[in-house]
């Protein structure tokens, strides 16, 4: 979904349609984890070993950028 969602200029007709698509996705993805996937780990798992999983997640975003790149809107918009 990503893929085509690179291909596709801000004022393709496609485009409002992949991106609604795409959020679907994620939420339906983040509701699944936070709701199914996570208490059923913090059910089975004592604190120490949800934190040693937790390490890799939360690495990136502590050096995750807080904002776009500066050429990020140029190749949104292809201004």
Same mark, same amino acid.
């Given at each position: 979904?990503?893929?085509?969602?690179?291909?596709?200029?801000?004022?393709?007709?496609?485009?409002?349609?992949?991106?609604?698509?795409?959020?679907?996705?994620?939420?339906?993805?983040? *509701?699944?984890?936070?709701?199914? @996937? %996570?208490?059923?780990?913090? &059910?089975?798992?004592?604190?120490?070993?949800?934190?040693?999983?937790?390490?890799?997640?939360?690495?990136?975003?502590?050096?995750?950028?807080? *904002?776009?790149?500066?050429?990020? @809107? %140029?190749?949104?918009?292809? &201004?």
């Amino acid at each position: 979904m990503l893929k085509d969602l690179e291909g596709l200029s801000v004022d393709d007709p496609r485009f409002n349609d992949t991106i609604a698509k795409l959020k679907f996705e994620v939420v339906s993805h983040v *509701r699944e984890e936070e709701h199914e @996937l %996570f208490p059923r780990l913090a &059910a089975t798992h004592p604190p120490e070993t949800l934190d040693e999983l937790g390490r890799p997640v939360c690495r990136p975003r502590q050096t995750a950028p807080t *904002r776009p790149h500066h050429g990020a @809107l %140029f190749t949104l918009t292809g &201004a």
